[in-house]
Each structure stands twice: as C-alpha cells, then as structure tokens.
C-alpha cells in the first residue's frame, strides 16, 4: 500500500485513494475469485442493465438531446447482455491451468501456466457510447475475477449519474465503484496506481493518459481511433457499397471511433458513388431535424469543432454537399445533416484530423495499389473497410494493410463480436478485450513449474565432471545438431 500513500494527487480528489485502498483491501482478501463468483458478479451486472433499460436508453437520448431507442439498443444494451452471457459460459474453461512442455533440463517436472486477476482495473468512459464502452471492459474484468473503478464521462451527466446508481445497487463499492465528475476528476484518476487501466477517447488524450500511468507503472489498454477507411474495388457495385457504408457511417451520427472517417473510391466512380449515398442516406433518413431516428451531436462544443472541418474545407477548395432531403434549417437544434466533403487536400482538417461525426471525404485513386499505399502513409487506423467481392483480393489487401480490425464488404460489426479480440495498433490504441482476448488481458499469465520429490538438479550440479551432466550434454547436442540439419 506504500505506492498508495505516495501518490501525487490533489488533495480535494483523495477520495479516489481512499476507493481504491478499499478495493485493493478487498482483493487481497479475495485474490483468486472462483468461477461461480465471477458469474455472479457478471450476473449482477446483468441485472442492472435489464433492470434499467428503459432508463438507459431515455439517458443516452437526454445526452445527445436525441438518440433513437434502436441505437442505444443494438450498439450498447444488447451487445453488452451478449457479452456477459458468452463470458459466462466460457469462464471455466478460461480459467483452467494450462499444461506446457517441460525442456529436458528441467525433467522430471511439471510446467503449466495460471491465471490470476491482476487486481484493480481503471476504466475511463467517453461519451460517445457511454454505457457500452464503460461496462463492456467491466465484463471482461469481472470474467477475469478483478474488482473495478470507472470514471464516467463528464458530457454524459445523465448517463454517468445512472450507471453509477445501477452499479450502487448491485454491487459493494469494493467490488465496483462508478466515479462522477469534471474531466479534473478524470485527470486525477488516471494517476492512480491501478493494476491496470482503460481509456477509450482521442489520441491526444491516450498520449497523456500513458504518461500519468507510467509514473505508477500501470499497464494500459488504449482504444483510440483514428481515420478508418473505406476502400471500394473497382469492380464492387457502387449502389451496393453507398448502401452498406451509410448504414454504418448514419449509426450515433458518426460518432464512433470505427466510423468509416474517409472513402477510397475509383476515380470515374466518385460522383456515381456520392450520388448513390446521397439516395442511401435520404431514405434512411428522409428529414432530420424532427426525426427521432437521426441522432444529435454530443454537446455544442462537438458541434462547432465539426463546422469548423466543413468552413476549413470550403474555403480551401472543397465541395461541400449537406444531404438534407427535407431542407430543413438546425439553427437551434444540435442536429448536423451527414455531408459529403469531395476535392479534399491534404492541409485540409477533414484530412489531418480525426473526423468523429457525420462528416464523409470522398478521395479518388486510380488503382488499388494507390489506395494501399495511401493507407500505409498515414498513422495505422482502428478499422479498415474493404469492398470486394474477391475473396483473394481481399486477402492481399488485408496483408498489406495494418488496422486494429476489419470488416469485408461491412463496416462496424467487427466490434460486436465476442469470440475475437476489439483494439487497436499504433497510434489507434494497444491491447485488447471482449471474450477470450479480454479475460487475458486482465489476467496475469503465471508460469508455474512443479517438482516432485525426486531431484534430478543433484546429479548434474557442480562439480561439472559428473556422468548424468556428461550425458546430458550429450542428448543436447545430439538434439540441436540433429535439427541443424
């Protein structure tokens, strides 16, 4: 606990020491929860999830100022009830020790590896998906026997005060806490020494988030985000990918971290392909301003940032297209229509920066050695998007690109599967959760080698001139000369 009482933290903030003294009290009492234990935490989780649908989605809704029951309900709720039940069902066999091979020098013996919770995990929620990115690292935490704090998002005040009053009343504070607050708050949390940590948010932020976690040395899992593409093949119908792409890219407005940020489009294809999205995004969303089923932006902050990419764009040359089919006005309304951005450059912010709304650049290539090679100039991206029909293509495209996930012929769903790993590279986010991947992650592997009573080191310790070392030796060579071969 010394590393607690050292701690570099402003005073009006040391409540989160005295939370996280308690947790880590708690574990030590508790270090090796049994897998029935860890189901019923994540059933306790469950529980409050059900329990408060109806009041999570009008939360996240008030947050935004609008977003459709549906949205909330396949991007947060019911990824989330998927991920708790696959965890559960899979905890026993994560948790078994695993038997590895024993080397000659150390026979006769036993090696296996074992898995224990690290401890405390830390997770820091963004705004963008409030529930799911705060509880969906929880599943994993808990599957994986940890206890937990969480620092809610500061501009989803609604959604933060719920979770918070879900979790109070499932779980004791040493099992789980949720923490409310300004971003000062979060700042504070993130000097804590936790066993490890989660953020999910922008880059610039993870940047300084992995420093105040190197002061304690605490591990991180960065989900970052970046600019995903969309790379559309040649022969790939363009109808057919306007239809896909603005279905991923109309979800939360675009506020996603895996929102398809720029198209790579065939060059004679651009305008078909603008045309096409324009037609796809007006009959999923035939007005805007009234219609419940287009989600708002976050805060007026977010908003302007946004109109600043679009005014920065026009005035260095771009074409500006707003879909708004009932041409509506938004003056006093958080709402922005998806617009498409053609005739981009390079110094232009819808270019440099991360986008994170519904703004959609359309970049032209000429062949697709062109559009590969784009992508590997700029920083490695959370999700990259492929449209092909050929398998084969697809796959060399794959290999010669780096991205956190992929999808082929889709955009997003990557995200919701349990049964594979969700992170990114670079500078996209380190580490990795749900399912498997996210039991490992907050586990420490422990190599464990057994002897029994017999001991074998005796008959080959020094003096080096014995006849088991000589023997030894000789099966060694005869090993590594043999494969040498």
């Known amino acids: 606990m010394s590393k607690l009482e050292n701690i570099h933290i402003d005073q009006d903030y040391s409540y989160l020491i005295d939370r996280l003294l308690s947790q880590k009290s708690a574990f030590l009492g508790n270090p090796m929860p049994t897998a029935q234990q860890r189901i019923e935490s994540l059933n306790k989780l469950k529980r409050a999830i059900i329990t408060n649908t109806d009041n999570i989605v009008e939360a996240i ?17 019911f990824p989330l009830l998927e ?25 006769p013996a036993s090696v296996s590896v074992l898995y224990q919770p690290l401890g405390v995990v830390g997770i820091v929620v963004p705004w963008n998906f409030p529930l799911f990115l705060g509880l969906s690292p929880l599943v994993s935490a ?23 009053r879900m979790i109070r009343a499932e779980f004791s504070a040493d099992e789980v806490t949720v923490v409310t607050g300004a971003v000062e708050v979060s700042t504070e949390f993130t000097k ?32 970052l985000g970046g600019k995903s593409p969309a790379i559309i093949h040649e022969s790939f119908p363009i109808d057919e990918a306007a239809e896909r792409i603005a279905f991923g890219k109309g979800l939360n407005a675009g506020q996603i971290c895996v929102s398809p940020d720029y198209i790579l489009c065939p060059r004679h294809k ?44 026009e005035e260095k040359g771009a074409k500006i297209i707003s879909i708004n089919p009932a041409e509506e006005t938004f003056e006093d309304t958080r709402k922005l229509p998806m617009t498409l951005v053609l005739n981009t450059t390079e110094e232009m912010l819808v270019e440099s920066e991360e986008i994170f709304g519904p703004i959609l650049p359309i970049k032209p290539y000429d062949n697709i050695e062109e559009a590969i090679e784009y992508v590997n100039q700029g920083p490695r991206p959370l999700a990259l998007y492929y449209f092909d029909w050929n398998k084969q293509r697809a796959q060399n495209v794959l290999a010669r690109t780096h991205s956190g996930g992929a999808c082929i012929n889709d955009t997003l769903s990557h995200v919701t599967v349990d049964d594979a790993p969700f992170g990114g590279i670079g500078p996209s986010g380190m580490g990795h959760y749900h399912g498997k991947e996210g039991f490992l992650n907050f586990s420490k592997a422990k190599t464990v080698v057994h002897k029994g009573r017999f001991n074998a080191a005796k008959y ?16 060694l060579w005869f090993k590594f000369k043999r494969l040498h071969r």
């Open 270 to 313: 651009v305008n078909a392909f603008a045309q096409a999205f324009i037609k796809a995004m007006s009959r999923n969303y035939p007005s805007i301003r009234s219609n419940e089923d287009y989600t708002a932006i976050i805060s007026e902050r977010q908003l302007n940032r946004l109109k600043s990419y679009l005014h920065d764009a």
């Open 192 to 223: 804590l020494p936790f066993d490890h940590l989660v953020f999910t948010g922008a880059t610039p932020i993870g940047k300084v988030v992995m420093r105040a976690a190197a002061d304690n040395l605490t591990p991180v899992t960065l989900e």
């Open 61 to 77: 809704a008030k947050d935004f100022s609008n977003r459709p029951e549906a949205e909330t309900l396949l991007a947060e709720i």
């Open 83 to 107: 991920a708790i039940e696959y965890s559960k069902s899979h905890i026993k066999k994560w948790m078994k020790r695993q038997n590895r091979k024993v080397p000659l020098t150390l026979m």
């Open 142 to 164: 808990l599957a994986a026997g940890n206890r937990a704090m969480i620092k809610m998002s500061e501009f989803a005040p609604r959604t933060a005060e719920l979770v918070r």
């Open 460 to 475: 080959v310790a020094p003096p080096w001139n014995k006849p088991v070392y000589k023997l030894l030796v000789g099966l």
